[in-house]
């Protein structure tokens, strides 16, 4: 506990990006994925699997652009950082353990955004969602993008945001969070290199006996063309979030997204 508050007060972070609750969930998937690596081991295999060989189809390999980038768990990043002349990891936070590790690769770069585009937006700073991935969607240099695991990331900072500020909320649409999924897909449409897209988009809870408690739909209805490939996993085993209750979320894997 004392190392994750330690974590939390230095990571580099803006105020709205703190509020909404993302160097908190940053600094406690870090945590959680300290405890659960033999469970979640398999998901971050086939996660790196399916960016591996998506890169060995290509025929150049100028720049790849992470969104999502997180902990680094999930991409393949000694062998994208030797195979790309450029590595580009996008993402709001960029937990200090990140940055020291990136300081050995010399042609990996943080840049940290804003990827839902929507926090102006919820603190009134502006009157409209921004365009996060403009840049880059233009960047004739990108030959591979990898939305590692964000899509469904996108949805819970605006449900938390809204319903504790309904008054703000009175000024945004009741849909946002489902719209933070969807513009997302449009940004990753927009690229004209390969788009591997990974994701988990439902959430089961089930107890002892095999019966399912809950069940949630991490897409919040938008709707998502046929994967490749599907896994399951295990997010909160027995133990993790409740001693007689696990959580797995159902994972799916496009290669070629666009």
């Given at each position: 506990m004392l190392a994750e508050m330690a974590l939390w007060l230095v990571t580099p972070a803006n105020r709205m990006t703190r509020r909404l609750g993302l160097v908190t969930e940053s600094v406690s998937l870090w945590a959680r994925g300290q405890r659960q690596r033999k469970a979640w081991a398999g998901h971050h295999a086939r996660c790196r699997t399916a960016v591996t060989e998506t890169m060995e189809a290509l025929r150049q390999r100028r720049t790849v652009v992470i969104l999502g980038s997180g902990l680094l768990r999930d991409v393949p990043i000694h062998l994208l950082s030797a195979?790309?002349?450029?590595?580009?990891?996008?993402?709001?936070?960029?937990?200090?353990?990140?940055?020291?590790?990136?300081?050995?690769?010399?042609?990996?770069?943080?840049?940290?955004?804003d990827l839902s585009g929507v926090m102006g937006w919820l603190s009134g700073e502006s009157d409209r969602r921004t365009d996060p991935l403009a840049d880059l969607a233009a960047d004739s240099m990108v030959d591979l993008v990898v939305s590692a695991n964000l899509l469904s990331q996108l949805a819970w900072p605006v449900e938390d945001w809204l319903e504790d500020h309904p008054a703000e909320a009175e000024r945004?649409?009741?849909?946002?969070?489902?719209?933070?999924?969807?513009?997302?897909?449009?940004?990753?449409?927009?690229?004209?290199?390969?788009?591997?897209?990974?994701?988990?988009?439902?959430?089961?809870?089930?107890?002892?006996?095999?019966?399912?408690?809950?069940?949630?739909?991490?897409?919040?209805?938008?709707?998502?063309?046929?994967?490749?490939?599907?896994?399951?996993?295990?997010?909160?085993?027995?133990?993790?979030?409740?001693?007689?209750?696990?959580?797995?979320?159902?994972?799916?894997?496009?290669?070629?997204?666009c």
């Amino acid at each position: 506990m004392l190392a994750e508050m330690a974590l939390w007060l230095v990571t580099p972070a803006n105020r709205m990006t703190r509020r909404l609750g993302l160097v908190t969930e940053s600094v406690s998937l870090w945590a959680r994925g300290q405890r659960q690596r033999k469970a979640w081991a398999g998901h971050h295999a086939r996660c790196r699997t399916a960016v591996t060989e998506t890169m060995e189809a290509l025929r150049q390999r100028r720049t790849v652009v992470i969104l999502g980038s997180g902990l680094l768990r999930d991409v393949p990043i000694h062998l994208l950082s030797a195979n790309f002349e450029r590595v580009l990891l996008v993402d709001a936070v960029h937990l200090p353990l990140v940055r020291l590790r990136m300081r050995f690769h010399r042609n990996v770069e943080l840049v940290t955004r804003d990827l839902s585009g929507v926090m102006g937006w919820l603190s009134g700073e502006s009157d409209r969602r921004t365009d996060p991935l403009a840049d880059l969607a233009a960047d004739s240099m990108v030959d591979l993008v990898v939305s590692a695991n964000l899509l469904s990331q996108l949805a819970w900072p605006v449900e938390d945001w809204l319903e504790d500020h309904p008054a703000e909320a009175e000024r945004l649409p009741a849909d946002l969070p489902a719209r933070c999924i969807a513009w997302h897909l449009d940004d990753l449409r927009r690229f004209a290199g390969r788009v591997v897209l990974l994701s988990d988009v439902t959430m089961t809870e089930r107890d002892r006996t095999g019966t399912i408690t809950d069940q949630l739909d991490l897409m919040r209805g938008v709707a998502l063309p046929e994967s490749d490939e599907s896994w399951d996993w295990p997010v909160a085993p027995f133990g993790e979030e409740a001693r007689d209750r696990e959580s797995v979320h159902r994972v799916q894997a496009w290669r070629d997204f666009c």
